[in-house]
């Protein structure tokens, strides 16, 4: 399958905005407390929704509207909203959208789910969750996907936090979110979510059932745990369905247990990485490979297609683990990267690819060992993780976490400008820095490899003195 077109970075955060922003036409829904429950003459969260699901007036909230209703906090209204009557539950079209994820909390204490979202196969309640932090969710019944969401019908994350939500009960899925269809999340971070239990495959972080984008979003330090809790520590695209990455990092995840599988990323079907990093993900555990190839950063069973990304530091405990397995049978799946790093900076001996490159749509790749083959190759030899010369993962600015290139690496004014010129990268990189940059100071702006693009403050010796100069 051919890489789909992406715009540039404006499209995603004007789309964003849209979605986050009140609908003409729509009921508002103002919350004015903090308090969960109902309290006369004011309306808290929980009422708002039950006033969105019903058309009724509650308390002090207004009637929702039949169709798309918006909810929204009044002034002042910041702080934890700490649940004490279980998860709140949505069931109409309902746009939520808070003062920002560092002003606004709902905890459920460990106690329930944050948010349920129902819909069904002829019945969708498209949600938009926006501006808030989702923590303390938790399921412990067999078969409870969703620690801190879940929802059935069609969902966007927009500028939120969900972190520290779990399940723990057997062959439950998605510790912070499991979603049944489309997914969007754009300029969230997903974060030291888990799934602990027999059977618990999948998604430490998140569980899709169908497609998703994800946009200016970090999913980072989330696990599984359990034997057979394979699936990745992170997100599982389950069914033939396809995940796009863009301007995004996924980073220090785990699955562990026996016969645990993909710490980073599980795919059912392709996968797109436009200026994305995949770092420090891990396969712990015996058996590591399941159903799929073990993949210590991403096993997926369709394409992988890598555009200006990262991949690096990913380990497998697996005697013959990979960071990247492609193809749920030999044969199947193709690996198809332009301008990208497939590296380690460790002695791991985790080999990096399952198998090479697809070398006729593949070019101005590096990697640190045989495995990938093909262009990743400099004359028949891998690049050493010396030549490459990354930084550790850091903030470098933007709105995610990236390896910088430090000066004289090889990847710097090594890429293809027509791949950084196309639609899917837009001539920006990762921190959305403008590309090419004359990294290496010869006097020509050349796309770098990778998902950082090098500017003059790379150039700075260890001595902090430019080499332009």
Not at 220 to 233: K, R, Y
Not at 333 to 342: C, D, F, R, T, Y
Not at 399 to 408: E, K, Q, R
């Amino acid at each position: 399958m051919p890489t789909p077109p992406r715009p540039r970075r404006a499209l995603p955060l004007a789309l964003a905005a849209i979605l986050a922003s009140p609908v003409a036409g729509a009921a508002t829904i103002t919350v004015t407390t903090l308090a969960d429950g109902s309290v006369p003459g004011e309306c808290t969260l929980r009422d708002a929704t039950i006033a969105a699901n019903t058309n009724v007036a509650v308390a002090g909230c207004a009637s929702g509207e039949a169709g798309h209703d918006d909810i929204v906090f009044a002034p002042g209204v910041t702080g934890t909203i700490a649940l004490t009557g279980g998860q709140l539950t949505i069931g109409d079209l309902v746009t939520i959208s808070g003062p920002g994820a560092a002003a606004l909390t709902i905890d459920a204490q460990g106690q329930s789910r944050v948010f349920d979202i129902g819909g069904d196969q002829t019945t969708s309640y498209e949600t938009t969750l926006s501006g808030l932090t989702l923590t303390g969710g938790r399921t412990n019944g067999d078969g409870e996907n969703g620690g801190g969401v879940r929802s059935m019908s069609a969902f966007h994350l927009i500028d939120s936090v969900v972190t520290g939500n779990s399940t723990v009960g057997p062959n439950s899925v998605g510790g912070g979110l499991a979603t049944a269809t489309t997914t969007e999340i754009t300029r969230s971070r997903i974060i030291g979510n888990w799934t602990k239990g027999y059977g618990s495959l999948a998604g430490g972080a998140i569980v899709i059932f169908g497609s998703a984008a994800v946009t200016d979003s970090t999913i980072a330090g989330n696990w599984t745990e359990g034997d057979t809790a394979g699936g990745g520590g992170i997100i599982v695209f389950w069914g033939w369905f396809d995940g796009t990455f863009v301007n995004s990092t996924i980073s220090g995840n785990e699955t562990r247990g026996n016969s645990s599988q993909a710490g980073g990323l599980a795919a059912g079907g392709n996968v797109f990485l436009t200026n994305s990093t995949v770092s420090g993900n891990r396969t712990l555990g015996d058996n590591g490979s399941g159903g799929f190839i073990d993949g210590a950063a991403m096993s997926v069973t369709g394409n992988i297609t890598l555009t200006n990304s990262t991949v690096v530091d990913n380990s497998s405990q697996s005697v013959g683990g990979v960071s990247i397995a492609i193809g749920a049978n030999p044969g199947t799946g193709l690996i198809i990267a332009n301008n990208s790093v497939i590296a380690t900076t460790t002695a791991d001996t985790t080999a990096l690819c399952s198998k090479p490159m697809d070398s006729a749509s593949s070019s101005h790749d590096f990697a640190t060992d045989a495995s990938c083959g093909g262009d990743a190759l400099i004359g028949g030899t891998p690049v050493t993780a010396t030549a490459l010369a990354l930084a550790p993962l850091a903030d470098n600015g933007g709105p995610t976490w990236t390896h910088a290139l430090l000066a004289g690496s090889a990847a710097i004014d090594a890429g293809d400008d027509a791949v950084c010129a196309s639609a899917t990268v837009g001539d920006l990189d990762q921190r959305g820095r403008v590309r090419p940059q004359d990294g290496d100071a010869n006097g020509t702006a050349t796309c770098d490899v990778g998902a950082y693009e090098a500017d003059d403050a790379d150039r700075i010796f260890d001595d902090g003195f430019d080499p332009a100069s």
